[in-house]
């Protein structure tokens, strides 16, 4: 069969079933356009994003390479028992065959096959009765796709430079039993349940809040959602000169790119700033459109001087998670990672035993003190370096100046580098909105 035959045999298959009469739409895109629409990534995006839209399949991917292969950063775990095991196809960014979703109660449906052989052009056919519901399932498609385009994924910083995700797994924050887990589900849950919350005419917005002392895992966390949330992530940093200016850049950038975080380290600071409005940094909380799709996180060492309106006010920071001082458990299992290489067990439980009210940031350092002595004057790591350095810490906390000090305090270990005072102060009221200049 010459390809022209194929090609109009597909069309009037394709219009049989989608008689205009009926008030079907239907579309032809191909080339440039395709590309464009990400339509590609289609049924990649449906399973990441939205699998609760397909109603019927009829089509295959075209698995990603280096997915297949198992390419060392570039594809899915899929170690026994994990979810890209036996839960989910491995990434694709082509496919071929028959797709029908709903979307916003109205049908959209695909067919999609290669017109030239040769070079595997495809072209696709597109059926739908709501030209708003089709423009509206392609822009999020669009947003899907530029991130997939984009394996250089960086976290947005309004008020200093990008900074490229960074590479944590779930597996490298530890917390008690659940925690992390519970954290995980809720952010995932929250970017997969768009069309849920306005089925229930509630806003698709949310705030979190980590709280507890420097170095226990809050940053942490972080990064591992930056790394394994499908989302555009925006970052305000604490500095000396951060302004109201910068709060509404993120908000708006995480509206551009939604579905999106924002995330505000050390909020306690921010909000104290002398060049911030709490005033407008709440009504900008509680701006309806410029927050759908948008995911709140912020972090803060001393809740306690949080004014009450961010935090007993529904629709600002509706969950908060308390980032606890290790216990033994915890303290233990953070230096069998770090250090069972290197030291004994029972080395490390001993460690672990006595230091008690260690933050897992200084829990870390233990062995980073021990192992760089080593390399100082070329020995091999022994158990007494271990001793020695825990010693060596303990000695460094007593002395500190505040209590339960930790590296976080001292080192820049969040996302950002802390940036330079600024020189020119920016108010506004706060029911204006600032002008990106």
């Known amino acids: 069969m010459s390809e022209n035959l194929f090609l109009m045999n597909q069309i009037e298959s394709f219009l049989k079933a989608h008689p205009r009469k009926d008030g079907w739409k239907v579309y032809e895109c191909h080339g440039v356009l395709s590309e464009r ?42 170690t026994p028992g994990s979810e890209w095991d036996f839960g989910k196809e491995l990434d694709a960014n082509r496919w071929k065959g028959d797709l029908e979703i709903e979307w916003k109660e109205q049908p959209i449906h695909y067919r999609r096959f290669a017109v030239h052989l040769e070079d595997n052009q495809c072209s696709n056919f597109i059926a739908t009765k709501s030209n708003g519901a089709l423009r509206d399932f392609h ?54 349940s768009r069309e849920r919350y306005q089925e229930l005419g509630v806003p698709h917005r949310r705030g979190l809040l980590f709280t507890g002392p420097p170095g226990c895992g809050k940053t942490l966390t972080l990064k591992a959602l930056a790394k394994n949330v499908e989302a555009s992530f925006v970052a305000v940093m604490v500095t000396a000169g951060v302004e109201d200016r910068d709060i ?6 995480a509206h551009t790119h939604s579905p999106s975080v924002v995330i505000f380290e050390d909020m306690e600071k921010l909000v104290h700033s002398e060049q911030v409005s709490l005033a407008y940094f709440l009504n900008l909380l509680d701006g309806l459109k410029n927050l759908e799709g948008v995911l ?32 033994e458990a915890q303290r233990l299992a953070l230096l069998q990672k770090k250090g069972k290489c290197y030291f004994s067990d029972e080395a490390l439980e001993n460690v672990a035993l006595n230091s008690n009210g260690f933050s897992m940031a200084y829990v870390q350092e233990i062995i ?70």
């Open 37 to 78: 629409l990400y339509i590609g990534y289609l049924l990649d995006f449906l399973r990441d994003r939205h699998p609760d839209a397909l109603k019927h399949r009829n089509a295959m991917n075209e698995v990603r390479g280096d997915d297949m292969l198992g390419t060392p950063q570039k594809s899915h775990d899929v």
């Open 139 to 192: 822009r999020l498609l669009n947003e899907y796709g530029k991130m997939r385009e984009d394996p250089g994924r960086t976290i947005r910083v309004v008020n200093g430079e990008d900074i490229p995700i960074p590479d944590v797994s779930w597996d490298d924050v530890i917390l008690p039993d659940g925690q992390a887990e519970e954290i995980r589900r809720n952010v995932e849950a929250f970017f997969k």
């Open 248 to 253: 509404y850049k993120a908000f708006r950038l």
């Open 296 to 327: 709140v996180i912020a972090t803060t060492n001393e809740p306690e001087l949080l004014h009450p309106a961010l935090l007993h006010r529904p629709s600002r920071f509706d969950r908060i998670w308390h980032f606890r001082l290790p216990d």
């Open 368 to 437: 980073v003190t021990a192992l760089l002595e080593c390399a100082h004057n070329g020995d091999s790591p022994k158990d007494d370096h271990l001793l020695k350095s825990l010693e060596t810490l303990k000695e460094q906390r007593k002395s500190s100046s505040r209590e339960q000090e930790s590296l976080a305090d001292r080192n820049d270990i969040g996302f950002a580098p802390r940036q330079p005072a600024r020189h020119k102060p920016w108010r506004r009221d706060f029911l204006a909105d600032p002008n990106d200049d």
